[in-house]
């Protein structure tokens, strides 16, 4: 098992920034994948960036050039930079372990609002 807690969230004027944090600890595998979803009110979740344990990263799309992803050992971070309203959302920290199974974390709430 693995368990996920998250930090950082909350209520930000739009162009502003914010940092999520998500430690990861208990059955740590050596290859795993620790990234970062979303969930807006009537949409489904989506991948908002990942990193690999060997440091490869990945971004949506809607995020390139604004968030980037980090990670120190079991924990990752966040750093949200020039936030949108439509960056307005439920994030979700995520740990795959190298045989494939998901856990997840509790959700923090991210509100970019004027």
């Known amino acids: 098992q693995v368990q996920l807690v998250e930090s950082g969230g909350g209520l930000v004027q739009p162009g502003g920034s914010l940092r999520l944090s998500c430690a990861a600890s208990?059955?740590?595998?050596?290859?795993?994948?620790m990234g970062w979803y979303r969930q807006a009110p009537g949409k489904q979740r989506e991948l908002v960036a990942s990193v690999t344990s060997g440091g490869k990263t990945e971004y949506s799309n809607s995020v390139k050039g604004r968030f980037t992803i980090s990670r120190d050992n079991a924990k990752t971070n966040l750093q949200m930079n020039s936030l949108k309203p439509e960056d307005t959302a439920v994030y979700y920290c995520k740990f795959t372990n190298y045989w494939g199974s998901d856990y997840w974390g509790q959700g923090t709430q991210v509100t970019v609002s004027s």
């Open positions: 208990g059955s740590i595998s050596s290859d795993n994948v």
